[in-house]
């Protein structure tokens, strides 16, 4: 059982807009900043959105971050059939002392 | 560029040890925090152990403490954990990820390939 919850799977058809949702506790998302990370079948994670809403260089801008509360959703829009992969949201938690992913999100381009 | 090279790992018995090295190249070691993440077969990632850019500060997922030891030889461009009285459940990919930070810890921006660790009999 992760700490942060996310839906086992997502999925939407080309072009369209869809939202990815993390929900954790007081201790880290509601204190702490939210990062997603993009992986890929036999790859490394790649971070996709720090800082809740950040993009690193080279992320398209398809892809946003927002945080409410303890709360935090990945959203992607004009979906790509190369946005296949599993999406996991992370927050360092204060009670833990430690990070905590979400157990992750397989996205599904139909 | 930032490189990151896991090696290691291999098929162990329960209650052995293991040593996991994480190579790092393209960037001044000593400048960042470190981590250890692994993710097991089919599954979600699950963050291990983290250490401060100098080596002072540790920290540990409860499923490891006590058992598992992160360190690092910056003059070597060397990141490792050591693992001891491995179970089945260790059985994982493990990554090495460099932290944005060298300390407080910020996030995970670079990984590894990652190294498979088996433990089985």
């Known amino acids: 059982q992760s700490v942060l919850t996310q839906p086992p799977s997502a999925s939407d058809t080309p072009g369209q807009r869809v939202t990815i949702s993390c929900s954790g506790s007081s201790s880290n998302i509601g204190s702490n900043s939210v990062f997603w990370y993009q992986q890929f079948p036999g790859t490394a994670p790649k971070l996709l959105i720090y800082?809740?809403?950040q993009r690193p260089s080279g992320v398209p801008d398809r892809f946003s971050g927002s945080k409410s509360g303890t709360s935090a959703s990945l959203a992607i829009s004009g979906l790509r059939s190369e946005d296949e992969a599993d999406y996991y949201c992370?927050?360092?938690?204060?009670?833990?002392?430690?990070?905590?992913f979400g157990g992750g999100t397989k996205l599904t381009v139909l | 560029q930032v490189q990151l090279v896991e090696s290691g790992g291999g098929v162990v018995q329960p209650g052995t040890s293991l040593r996991l090295s994480c190579a790092a190249s393209?960037?001044?070691?000593?400048?960042?925090?470190m981590h250890w993440v692994r993710q097991a077969p089919g599954k979600g990632l699950e963050w291990v152990a983290l250490?401060?850019?100098?080596?002072?500060?540790?920290y540990y997922a409860e499923s490891v403490k006590g058992r598992f030891t992160i360190s690092r030889d910056n003059s070597k461009n060397i990141l490792c954990l050591q693992m001891g009285s491995l179970r089945a459940e260790d059985t994982a990919v493990y990554y090495c990820?460099?932290?944005?930070?060298?300390?407080?810890?910020?996030?995970?921006?670079?990984w590894g390939q990652g190294t498979l660790v088996t433990v089985s009999s």
């Open positions: 393209g960037f001044t070691l000593s400048s960042y925090a």
């Open positions: 800082r809740n809403n």
């Open positions: 990820a460099r932290d944005r930070s060298g300390w407080p810890p910020e996030y995970f921006d670079y």
């Open positions: 250490i401060s850019f100098d080596g002072s500060n540790h």
């Open positions: 992370a927050a360092w938690d204060d009670t833990l002392s430690g990070w905590v």
